[in-house]
């Protein structure tokens, strides 16, 4: 039986020409998946969507298609960056107070997800399996199951679902939940989200639920955790390319520093990019010694530029990069290098592989993969991680933050780079041990395998 893949991005881009697949975690770990059992991938296609609505894969010998969906402007503004970005995100990550109801925002949204599922119909075959991705799509498993009763759908839910308390704070917070109900199995990172699922379940639609089980419309669905990984193999490649060796050793140069901090994130408020500077701030102000002697790499890739906070964000954390390197910088030494921009996977190893200690100190986040990618690239190197990241219930051997405590944050950098050899060893094989374990091509395996039992 085949695969229907229905996710917001499409998983190839344009290069010189010719459709190869993006770089990301979804991508590597589905599209085997599809190519072995061949199907179909539904995706909001870009500019070129409305010419070219589906993309066989590859060319010369089809494995599988891409159905691809053009939005015009108003659905881009309202379901993408309104509802997506500006509802569902903060409000998962539980920024309430940088949610913008609108209602206008909905009914987009709504009309977007029943042109996916309309998609999604045409090229369903009796037999397939539907896989439904992320917050964008919650009421694509609602549709699909009124047209078939008896297909199986999946759904996975990459970011938090916080407690039911923030989720009832949205006026559509029941639709969306009947929505997600459409599916047989819904998957999170980790536990702590699904049992938050199933009270929302229980509390907002009166739902019997038993264990893991949402008794709804006759129905059995199913919420489990599956803890996504990375693709591991590709990333011990990566660690030994000779060419990402020698652009570690360039960085360490450039640095000239006997230490190197580093983060590594999307600029997104939900990362805690400024609380994190204000820990390295203050870790400077209490530990003159170092001055001088340890350097933060701040990699922060632009995202989301037309949602005005994310920018607002940007000019904050510029202005502490330049207070911070104008009261510290002296001699050459550069104490904050604030990157803004878009790395290659290479480079972003090469980062990985230069870095003393791992700064992973989101506010919220669903998993966290830079956390995974640091520990499959790095030798010996530390890994500093938010208790309010999934990622910290998987890698229990990290040195866990509170990202709000400052001082805390602080406290630990000091520790961390002062940490004994041997413990640095122990804890990062520990870690490398997980990270395998969580490889992205068992988490789809895993899910799947659950799904079609
Ligand atoms: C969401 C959830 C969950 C970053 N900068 C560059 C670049 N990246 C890559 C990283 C990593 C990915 O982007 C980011 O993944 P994260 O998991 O850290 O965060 P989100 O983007 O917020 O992802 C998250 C994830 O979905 C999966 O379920 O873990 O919690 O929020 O792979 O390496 N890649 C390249 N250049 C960059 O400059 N090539």
Redesign the pocket.
């Known amino acids: 039986m085949g695969l229907v893949i229905v996710a917001n991005r499409e998983p190839l881009r344009e290069q010189e020409g010719r459709w190869v697949p993006s ?4 991508v590597t770990a589905l599209l085997p998946v599809l190519a072995r059992r061949g199907g179909v991938w539904v995706a909001w296609g870009d500019r070129t969507a409305r010419e070219r609505p589906t993309l066989p894969y590859p060319p010369n010998h089809p494995q599988f298609t891409v159905r691809r969906l053009y939005l015009s402007e108003r659905e881009v503004s309202h379901y993408y960056y309104g509802m997506a970005n500006r509802v569902l995100w903060p409000l998962a ?1 539980y920024f309430i107070e940088r949610t913008d109801l609108r209602r206008e925002f909905y009914k987009e949204y709504a009309r977007v997800n029943q042109r996916f599922a309309e998609a999604t119909l045409e090229v369903w075959g009796t037999d397939d399996t539907v896989w439904v991705q ?1 917050y964008q799509l919650m009421l694509v498993p609602g549709i699909l199951r009124q047209a078939r009763p008896e297909g199986r759908i999946g759904y ?1 839910w ?3 679902w916080p407690a039911v308390e923030v989720w009832r704070v949205l006026p559509w917070a029941r639709a969306l939940l009947r929505g997600v109900l459409g599916a047989d199995v819904v998957g999170f ?1 980790v536990e702590e989200y699904a049992e938050n699922f199933l009270d929302a379940a229980r509390r907002l639609l009166g739902a019997e639920v038993r264990d893991n089980l949402v008794c709804w419309e006759g129905r059995r669905v199913r919420i489990e955790a599956h803890p ?1 990984g ?1 693709d591991t193999r590709a990333y011990r490649h990566l660690s030994y390319d000779p060419k990402v060796r020698a652009e570690a050793q360039r960085i360490r140069r450039e640095a000239g520093t006997e230490h190197i901090l580093l983060g ?3 600029l ?1 408020y ?2 805690g990019i400024l609380e994190r500077l204000l820990a390295f701030e203050r870790f400077l102000q209490a530990n003159p010694y170092y001055r001088g002697r340890v350097t933060f790499y701040q ?3 632009p ?1 989301r530029t037309r949602v005005e906070s994310y920018r607002a964000l940007k000019r904050e954390i510029d202005e502490i990069v330049g207070r911070i390197n104008g009261s510290f910088m002296r001699d050459g030494w550069v104490p904050v290098r604030y990157l803004y ?5 290479e ?2 190893a090469a980062f990985y592989r230069a870095a003393d200690v791992a700064l ?1 100190t ?1 506010l919220r ?9 640091f520990v499959a690239a790095s030798e010996d190197g530390i890994l500093v991680l938010s208790d309010l ?3 910290a219930q998987v890698l229990p051997e990290a040195l866990h933050v509170n990202p709000y405590d400052i001082e805390g944050v602080a406290q630990a950098i000091r520790e961390a780079i002062r940490m004994p050899m041997r413990e640095r060893y122990a804890r990062i094989s520990a870690l490398k041990q997980r990270v395998e374990a969580l490889d992205v091509h068992g988490w789809a395996r895993r899910f799947l395998e659950s799904l079609e039992v």
Do not use: C, W, Y
């Open positions: 770089v990301g975690g979804l990550h992320d996975f990459h970011i938090p990172h996504i990375i590594v994130d999307r997104d939900t990362k990699v922060a890739t995202s921009r878009a790395f290659t996977r480079q972003l992973i989101p986040d669903g998993m966290n993969l830079v956390a995974q990618e990241a999934g990622a």
